[in-house]
């Protein structure tokens, strides 16, 4: 029953330094996404995936890029970390074609960028 | 441009009270809206969409084009009820992408 499992869940690094968020869902969902939550201004899309082998920019796309290895996974990358990317981020999945509009979140994971 | 917005940032009340989380969108296609929850150390899902015209918990939610609206209410609030919720709209598009708002924190006092 694990549904979407995002690693590591806290994080902390160094301006510069790069690193890799994991997330992989079990529902044989079609879509994926990544969003990031800051305070007082909810959730911002980051990078979505509509299907396996496809991707594409949501609204802060710039300084991420991501990869959906297959169609369980699909892994956000921050090449060179910078404070401001300091966040809570997201995965979700969703079984598109549906059009239920219901997105299945993993638990986050905490990024401090010192 | 797309933008979903909900004013009030905290609610507070006290247990039995109504409750009402406003949410207002801006959209030049077909919308399709939802409430999603957050409680504590649980997380974000969806409470209910507006095409079901369910109720959820106690909550409704009606979808009101000519204002531009989708508040949430609820005429008797539980302290279990105290969460984030977050008002969201949908896309068109093959998938389900979403635009939140930036959420409200929901108090219910005992």
């Known amino acids: 029953n694990a549904g979407v499992t995002q690693t590591p869940k806290f994080q902390v690094l160094k301006t510069g330094q790069s690193m890799t968020l994991q997330c992989a869902q079990d529902?044989?969902?079609?879509?994926m996404y990544w969003y990031r939550q800051d305070p007082g201004m909810g959730l911002r899309l980051i990078y979505y995936s509509a299907s396996e082998g496809t991707t594409d920019k949501g609204e802060v796309p710039n300084g991420y890029n991501v990869s959906r290895l297959n169609k369980r996974e699909f892994s956000l990358r921050l090449e060179s970390a910078a404070p401001s990317q300091t966040s809570v981020y997201f995965c979700a999945s969703s079984a598109s074609g549906g059009d239920t509009g219901e997105l299945f979140f993993g638990e986050g994971s905490r990024l401090t960028v010192l | 441009a797309q933008r979903v917005t909900q004013p009030e940032k905290l609610l507070s009340v006290f247990k039995g009270a109504p409750v009402e989380l406003k949410c207002n969108y801006s959209y030049s296609g077909s919308p399709e809206l939802f409430w999603y929850v957050q409680y504590s150390r649980q997380r974000l899902q969806l409470l209910l969409r507006h095409i079901s015209r369910e109720s959820i918990k106690g909550f409704t939610a009606d979808l009101n084009k000519g204002e531009t609206s989708f508040h949430l209410k609820k005429p008797f609030a539980q302290e279990e009820d105290s969460a984030m919720y977050y008002c969201?709209?949908?896309?068109?598009?093959?998938?389900?992408?979403?635009?939140f708002g930036k959420g409200m924190k929901l108090t219910v006092n005992p």
């Open positions: 969201a709209l949908k896309l068109q598009g093959g998938s389900e992408k979403l635009v």
């Open positions: 529902m044989n969902h079609n879509s």
